[in-house]
Structures are given as C-alpha cells and as structure tokens.
C-alpha cells in the first residue's frame, strides 16, 4: 500500500484567505474558525496545488525520503550517475 501524503498547514501563517480551497481539486480543504484545514482528508490526492497559491506559505509538505531496496544499488551513490 502506497503511504499517503498530506499537506501541514500552519495555522499561525494561515490569514483565511481562501485562495486554497479553488485549487484543491479534490475538494479536501475547507476553512474552519477563519483557518485553512484539511476538512477531508481521504480525499487528498496532494497535487501541490494549495501549496503554490498560499500567499502566506502556511501550507507544505514535508519531505518524503524513500530508500531503494535493490541489491544493484548496495555500496553506490544513486546521485552520482
């Protein structure tokens, strides 16, 4: 099963905008005591679109690191190519 991901948002940097909610396509975000929440999270198929309209940059994501599991790799640098 895929993990999922969801955006944080940082409720001191969110002003209530709203500029959210029309770029989350998937209709997860709504606003709650004047602030961006995610209101329905298993719809989130994070597309990074909240994320670029915040004027505020209230909303991220952190970053995800995965690590490979191929043996072919074991001892190299995959950033090194």
Not at 20 to 49: E, F, H, Q, W
């Amino acid at each position: 099963m895929e993990p999922k991901i969801f955006p944080e948002i940082d409720a001191a940097l969110c002003d209530g905008c709203g500029k959210c909610l029309p770029a989350c396509m998937s209709g997860a975000l709504g606003v709650r005591a004047g602030k961006a929440t995610l209101i329905r999270p298993d719809l989130c198929r994070y597309d990074g679109n909240c994320e670029l309209v915040c004027p505020t940059d209230a909303i991220r994501v952190a970053y995800v690191i995965v690590f490979r599991e191929d043996p072919a790799w074991a001892g190299q640098n995959p950033l090194i190519s």
